[in-house]
């Protein structure tokens, strides 16, 4: 089993930055070595959820092309941890952040977890 807790959601005006951490926690037979991809998606009103960015255990990325050049993803292998860094936000940016992971189980299964998401509201 695998809980991901987010933190860092809140409001902002447009232009402004903010940052969200999810640090992953583990129990049962669970270990930060089975875990995968971690990154950040989002979902606004009415819309279904979309990635934002995502870091391979390499440290490889990859963003939607709305955000690049505004916003950096990273990850701690050792601290199981993944931080989205978001500058210049904008309006169109605002929806439930939500922190998501792999965790790689044998025989090849690859299994999602999700935190339980973060409001980000970017409004003048």
């Known amino acids: 089993q695998i809980q991901l807790a987010e933190s860092g959601g809140g409001l902002v005006q447009p232009g402004e930055s903010l940052t969200l951490s999810c640090a992953a926690s583990?129990?049962?037979?669970?270990?930060?070595?089975?875990?995968?991809?971690m990154g950040w998606y989002r979902q606004g009103p009415g819309t279904q959820r979309e990635l934002v960015a995502v870091v391979a255990k390499d440290g490889a990325t990859t963003y939607a092309d709305s955000v690049k050049g505004r916003f950096t993803v990273s990850r701690d292998n050792a601290k199981s941890t993944v931080v989205l860094q978001m500058s210049g936000l904008k309006a169109e940016d605002t929806g439930v952040y939500f922190c998501g992971a792999e965790h790689r189980l044998p025989g090849g299964i690859i299994k999602p977890y999700w935190g339980q998401g973060t409001q980000v509201t970017v409004s003048s």
């Open positions: 583990f129990s049962r037979s669970s270990s930060r070595f089975m875990v995968g991809n």
